[in-house]
Every structure is written in structure tokens, then in C-alpha cells.
């Protein structure tokens, strides 16, 4: 056997044009006139036939052989390092393989048959093959094939046409049989919208692999495998079920499901079950057996509705949808009557964008709290006479829009909003100073983006409501710079604070913030509220670390009448505080005042245990180090907590 010869670009011109090849070739070749090589290109040309045993790599991002190819597993065009796509492969002769891959942008001529038993796999964009004899596979994958003779293909993803066709549609050649190739090909190779993972399949066809399944399970619908972290999972449930436990909230988020597993159809006292980032695409309808069921959350699960029955699920007060395609939900007289909490939106599309503009919070008879987060790059204006937020139970909505001329009169029908949050701009400015004051109940308003708001503007918003908690995520002219020294005490007051300096940390954020107005943004959100949170966290450790008692309590008044000042324009709900991400700043005031009721001249142990339980039960578990001090004050000063 011959080996290659590396050639000049133009000893392979001379090669393709001398070699015995046909006249169909010689036309074809010249009907493509594939771009001809230079003289930086890498050219190699094997002269005799060649035969391999194992896989063919072509060697040259121009390859040409004269004589037929032999291979017993994979004939791979990828290009040699240094090539990315493009490139041209011919072989003068016959072809027989196992596999035939082609690639990205490489023009493939073979002068006679080719002949891959189990797989021509020709998905590649901006690249042809040209067969002059015969093409017989049992899978054609991918873009169509010109052949000269006969083509045959058991099964097949895409077609051959005849050279020479003048109508594709009427002269295709397809595969023998109709079965999809999803259903032809191992289910380890597909991707979730069963299409070909390149990156799966060609490293299992270089080791010899085969990615077809076998005769007997090509065209059965295969049951997904249980993945092995869910497996792990639920072997936890099942020996927490069999040891007596009553299973009341499943977590299966991140198990790499590709199905909802029915083992746990089996808990029929589940309150809480999670499913978040698992591509399960469709929930089953059994789920609608779960009648105590309150909280369900199925966020980036590749959804586009759910079941009626979940729909009905008389307990369901919370369901968390995000990052789902959704593009309808089902409804009659019957379905969530105890919804509470709906969080719906984002990812991408026209059609969801749409159903989100028209979803009609009427339906929902007793939501409280809704997310609707729009899809990026969509800008929805609703019109004057637009009704969709006739939902007077809602308390807290974060509509991930940008009015961008008027904020909606129908908002105005939500007649108890207690939090809201949106996109305005300078345009849009009027109307939301217009229809705010009509929302007697509001307390806080975000504005979520707003980057083309004046300081101006953010002002006269302040002015028109001076009752509100206003909060500005995003505003150029409300933005510290780098070089401005208050960003360096910003952080200065973190650098004291990650070494444990809590005095030095409390003097920099006095130094800070000592003279804000507290009722008016003046800052972005994260330098403001992020600042006042480090502030305050700082006096109360300060105080906390402190030995003599008298000076403690100094400091512990210190503390509070921050934390007064910080709660005189908070929402006063702490489902709303937490809700517009204002949480731990109202609750390390409540502990700061709880810490200034145990250590002040005549303790009040009594409001200290109020204020310290008012917390716990708007912090549920979640451990603080805040909280944890208090507790061991209450509890040395003789408070059963």
C-alpha cells in the first residue's frame, strides 16, 4: 500500500485532472467548481487503493485518492487542527465503510459507489456529497446527497436527488421505511428535541461505538431510564417511607430527570414537591391526586402547560412556572381557588409573550403575589381600555416589562397592591405619576430598569409620593463611579466588616450615610440599601462584641435608632419587604430593637420576645448569626426562646 504524498496546490489541480476518473465526475466536478486550493493549502494525494483497518482520518484538508477506499469502521473528513471548516475530499473509485461522516463546508465527491453498512452521516451545514455510482446505508442523517446510480437507505433523516434534478420535491429519494430517525438512533445521542448531539455522537463513532440501536428496539418508543441521581433520591424517600415517616415535601430539582418517576405517586400526604431545572417537558396528570398538595415549583422544566388536574388542586396556593415556555393554562369555574402565589415568564418567544400580555388576573380569584416575567427584547404596550388586573386580592406584582409610553389605567383595579414592580422610562414617567397616588394601599414601587430616568425623574417620583418606599434598581445618573470617593468608603465599609472591624465599619457608613434621607432614593438600590444593610449589621455586632454593659447599651441604642429610622419608610409588611428584596434589612432593624428592649436601663423582655418572634416567623429556619445572638440574649436574660 502507498502511502500519502503532501503535494503543492497545484501537483493536486494536475492530480484531479489527470487521474482515470469519468466524464460524469470530470462535469460534476466542474458544475460545483469547488474552490481550488492555493499554495499555503494542505493538499495530499494517495495514488492505488487503499484499505485500513479500524478508522480513516483524512489527512489533509484537501484530500484526494485514486482508488477505491477500504475502511472497516469510520471514514471521518474532520478537518486536520488548524482548519476550521471547508475543505474537499474525492475519492476516484469505490468507497465501503461502516460509517461516512462528512463535515462542515467540505465539498465530498466519490467517482463510483459508496457504500456505509450502518451510517451516513452528512449534517453538516454549507457541505455536499456527490456519489456517481451507487449509496446504500441503512441510516442517511442529515443534509440531502446527489447520486449518479441507485441510493438505498433503510431509514433516513433527510433524502437523495438525483444529479442533474430539475424538481427536488418530485424526484427525492427517500428511505425505505418511514420511522423517524430519533426512533433508529441510541436514545444517547439525542438531545432534547431528539436531534443529534454531534458532540455525543462522533466521539462514540471514533471509538468504535455504534450510536444506532439494535433491529429489534428501532422504531419502539423506549421509556426514559430513571437518571442516577433521581434514583438516589427516591431510594432516600422510600427508606424515610418504610422507617414510618410521613413524605410531606419532596425535592427532586437538579436530578436530571427526563420524566416526572411515578414512585412517588405513592405519597399521597405531599405538600410540597419540586421539580425545578429537571427537562421533564410534560407534568403527568396524576399529580392532580395530591389533594393536600400547597406548593408546587416545575421552574425551567421545558414546559409549555400543565395538566387540568393540577390546575384543580383545591389546596394549591403557591406554583412556581419560570423559565417554562408557557403558552396556555387551563381554566373553568374550578380551577385555582387557593392560588396565592404565581410565578410565570421568561425564557423567549412571540407566543408566550403574547399569552403573558393576555393573561386576566380575574381568573385567579384569590392571587396575592405574581411574577410575570416577559421574555427579553419584548416591549408590550396595553392599551387605555385594557382589563387585566381586576384582581383585588393582589398585594405584590413584578411585571418584568418596560412601559415605554404609559403605564396601564387597568393597573388601577388592583385595587390592593401593596408592592409593585416595573420598567418605566422618562416617556412613561407621567401616567405612573398619575395612576400610583389612585393605589391608596401601595407601599414600595421598583423600578426595575429605568437607565434612561433622569435623577430628575427619580426625584419628582419621590416628591409625588411622598408616602412610598421607592427603589431604584438601575439609573446612570443615580450610579456611583469608580472614581467617586464614596464608592471607596462603600467599600471600605465591607473590607472592615470580612475582618471582623465592626466599630471602624459603623464610623465608615455613619460617614456614608449619615445625612440621607432615608424616604428618597438617591442612590442605585444596590449602593443604597447594600450600604444601609452593612451599616446597620455593623452597629448591631459592634454592640454585640461589646464587654462593658454600659457601653453596650449605648450601642445598642445606637443601633436602634438606625433601625427606627430604616423601618419609618420600609413597607410594613414583611411578606412585601422580602418580596421587593428588602427582607434582612427590616429584619436586622426588628433584631436591632429587640436588642435595645433587652440591654436598655429598664428591659422589656416581653417586646423583645415579640419583636424577636416576629422575625423568626418571617425567617422560617434560615440561620443567621443575627438572629442567633438575640436568641442567646433572650435566653440569658431568662426568655424561653
Known sequence: MSAFEQVTADEFDDAVERNHSSQKFKEQYARFAPFEPSGDDHCFVHRGSLT??????????????????????????DNPEGFDEGGLFIVIGNVSCRVFSGHYGKCSFVDGNLVASELILNDYEDSSLLVIGDLRTKLFYGEHAEVGGVAEMEYGEGYCLPIGYR????????????????????????????????????????????????????????????????????????????AGETITEIDLRESELRF??????????????????????????????????????????????????????????????????????????????????????????????????????AQFPNLRFLKQQFPYGYDIEFGSDCDLWNAPRLEYLEINNTFETRMPS????????????????????????????RLANLQVFTVHGGSDLTRTDVLALA??????????????????????????????????????????????GEQLLADL????????????????????????????????????????????????RILDVLPKSGEICGLAGLGWLRWYSLLAQANRCIHQENPDLERAKTLFDLVQSETGDVYNVSKARTRSALREAGVNV
Open 260 to 361: 416526572v418517576p411515578e414512585d412517588i405517586r405513592r405519597f399521597s400526604k405531599l405538600r410540597k414537591l419540586i421539580l425545578s431545572k429537571n427537562e421533564v417537558k410534560d407534568l403527568p396528570d396524576w399529580i392532580g391526586e395530591f389533594k393536600e398538595l400547597e406548593i408546587l415549583e416545575a421552574e425551567d422544566c421545558g414546559l409549555a402547560t400543565i395538566p387540568l388536574s393540577i390546575a384543580r388542586l383545591p389546596a394549591l396556593r403557591s406554583l412556581s412556572l419560570e423559565e417554562n415556555g408557557i403558552i396556555e393554562l387551563p381554566f373553568d369555574e374550578n380551577t385555582y381557588s387557593a392560588l396565592e402565589t404565581l410565578q410565570i415568564g421568561r425564557l423567549f418567544g412571540h407566543e408566550l409573550c403574547i399569552f403573558l400580555a393576555d393573561l386576566d388576573l
Open 517 to 564: 434621607d432615608f424616604a428618597k432614593p438617591r442612590f442605585e438600590r444596590t449602593f443604597q440599601d447594600g450600604a444601609l444593610h452593612d451599616w446597620l449589621f455593623a452597629l448591631n455586632f459592634a454592640a454585640a462584641e461589646e464587654h462593658d454593659p454600659a457601653e453596650r447599651r449605648n450601642k445598642c441604642i445606637k443601633a436602634a435608632q438606625l433601625a427606627d
Open 463 to 508: 416628591e409625588a409620593l411622598p408616602n412610598l418606599h421607592i427603589v431604584i434598581n438601575s439609573c446612570r445618573e443615580c450610579q456611583i463611579d469608580r472614581d467617586d470617593p464614596r464608592y471607596a468608603l462603600r467599600y471600605c465599609i465591607s473590607d472592615h466588616l470580612r475582618f471582623g472591624r465592626y466599630t471602624e465599619a459603623a464610623a465608615a
Open 167 to 242: 424538481d427536488a420535491a418530485e424526484q427525492a429519494v427517500r428511505a425505505r421505511h418511514d420511522t423517524e430517525s430519533h426512533l433508529v438512533l441510541d436514545p444517547k445521542v439525542l438531545n432534547d428535541r431528539n436531534s443529534l448531539k454531534m458532540e455525543e455522537a462522533l466521539p462514540r463513532l471514533r471509538r468504535g461505538k455504534s450510536i444506532l440501536r439494535s433491529d429489534r428496539n428501532i422504531g419502539v418508543v423506549l421509556k426514559p431510564k430513571l437518571s442516577k441521581l433521581g434514583k438516589a433520591r427516591l431510594a432516600e424517600l422510600t427508606a424515610r417511607a418504610e
Open 410 to 437: 387597568g393597573l388601577a383595579k388592583a385595587t390592593g397592591l401593596k408592592g409593585l414592580k416595573c420598567d418605566l422610562t422618562s416617556r412613561s414617567l407621567g401616567s405612573a405619576l398619575e395612576l400610583l397616588p
Open 52 to 77: 485500513v483497518s479500524g478508522n480513516f482520518t483524512a489527512p489533509g484538508f484537501f484530500t484526494l485518492i485514486i482508488g477505491d477506499l477500504t475502511v472497516d469502521r469510520l471514514v471521518d473528513l
